[in-house]
């Protein structure tokens, strides 16, 4: 999974771009606050460096939600930056992540998600550091809840690094003529049990492995023909041997990526590359 640079658009950036907006619902008094928001940006930019955001987020979890400002603050984000002069902004960061859904890496980008909720964390509402690029299905699916337990932290693109080692596999089943591709991560060894679990917990509650399984009928589709002619060309081991080249290539590229993992996982399945596609 490859993620976006941290946005180089700041709170103030934001606030500026707001600011018409703000005059008009005579809210300018919230400009007063930026002060307090550039210095939790900057906090939160450190702490997120330093791999200590949780602590950061945990500190802030009961003062934040009952902040005076909490329903202004959640109206700017969406008339102003959202629906408002604020919009190009918004778009930019969008437009960073060019590999897609920061949390599915498959889904095309459509949104921004704030990875600390907004109807917990306001004062970060208007901050891009928390402002990550999804798809509509990641946006929507991931919940406004905030837990406190280091295994259910998500990964935060702009900070977290999943590495180069593959921990995103596949595995090809035959049932009922077709091939149904079946997700897991494992991660590496020498990772930390923390950071294990992290990644499990993302997989899961993401929805990740039934997300990845629909996008491959289509992908099947488009080169079920060529497969077939490699087998008849070249055999099974010729056909595995293509197969393992073109997830080498997506590999080299991201090698968590699920086509990546499909495809090691295609030519892995004794039975699709024995013909199994013919049957599909």
């Known amino acids: 999974m490859r993620w976006p640079q941290k946005p180089e658009i700041s709170v103030e950036d934001v606030m500026g771009a707001c600011t018409a ?13 930026l002060p307090e928001l550039t210095e939790l940006e900057e906090r939160y930019r450190v702490a ?5 955001l949780l602590s950061l987020l945990t500190a802030e979890f009961q003062s934040q939600p009952k902040d005076a400002d909490k329903v202004r603050l959640g109206a700017t984000y969406d008339s102003a930056l959202v629906g408002g002069g604020g919009r190009k902004l918004y778009d930019a960061i ?4 060019t590999f897609g859904c920061t949390i599915c890496g498959a889904g095309q980008v459509s949104s921004l998600d ?6 917990i964390f306001p004062l970060l509402s208007l901050t891009p550091l928390n402002l990550v690029p999804a798809c509509g299905p990641c946006n929507q699916g991931k919940s406004n809840s905030f837990s406190t337990n280091p295994a259910e932290e998500p990964f935060h693109p702009y900070f977290d690094d999943l590495g180069t080692a593959r921990w995103l596999y596949a595995e090809i089943h035959n049932v009922a003529g077709g091939a149904v591709a079946e997700f897991s991560v494992r991660p590496p060894a020498n990772w930390p049990e923390v950071k294990a679990q992290r990644l499990r917990h993302h ?3 993401n929805k990740l492995g039934p997300k990845f399984r629909d996008e491959t009928p289509r992908r099947l589709a488009l080169r079920r023909r060529r497969d077939m002619d490699t087998l008849a060309r070249s055999g099974p081991e010729g056909l595995r041997a293509d197969i393992l080249e073109d997830a080498d290539s997506h590999a080299a590229f991201d090698p968590n990526a699920w086509e990546t993992a499909w495809l090691y996982g295609l030519a892995d399945c004794d039975w699709y590359t024995a013909g199994g596609m013919k049957d599909i």
């Open 94 to 97: 969008k437009a960073a992540a």
């Open 21 to 33: 907006w703000l005059t008009k619902k005579q809210w300018l008094d919230l400009i007063d606050r």
């Open 114 to 119: 704030h990875h600390a909720p907004k109807t």
């Open 48 to 52: 997120g460096e330093a791999g200590q």
């Open 203 to 205: 997989f899961t509650k």
